[in-house]
Nanobody
């Protein structure tokens, strides 16, 4: 049974930093591309960042480029999102997802497994 469990969310002031993590089990993690998506109240789920199976390729939404960094550890089976210079508009539930193609894609419909999400709230 595949499980993706996010952690590390919380409340932070604008301009601050937060690191969220996702622990994977039940799959051959090193073969999967991994992504982070977010969903704010009343809005559609949107792409944030993705990383290919070996970590050689990363991709970011324009809104987070230069502020967020995605990384992975194929020994610990974790994927992380370091978020700096946070803004109130970054407030959302953040989800990690696994993509069996290994590419780390940008469309949520292309992901096979999802975590339950972790809340990130940025106060102004």
């Amino acid at each position: 049974q595949v499980q993706l469990v996010e952690s590390g969310g919380g409340l932070v002031q604008a301009g601050g930093s937060l690191r969220i993590s996702c622990a994977a089990s039940g799959l051959t993690f090193s073969r999967y591309g991994m992504g982070w998506f977010r969903q704010a109240p009343g809005k559609e789920r949107e792409f944030v960042a993705a990383i290919s199976w070996g970590g050689a390729r990363t991709d970011y939404a324009d809104s987070v480029k230069g502020r967020f960094t995605i990384s992975r550890d194929n020994v610990e089976n974790t994927v992380n999102l370091q978020m700096n210079s946070l803004k109130p508009e970054d407030t959302a539930v953040y989800y990690c997802a696994a993509d069996r193609t290994g590419d780390g894609r940008t469309r949520y419909v292309e992901y096979d497994y999802w975590g339950q999400g972790t809340q990130v709230t940025v106060s102004s």
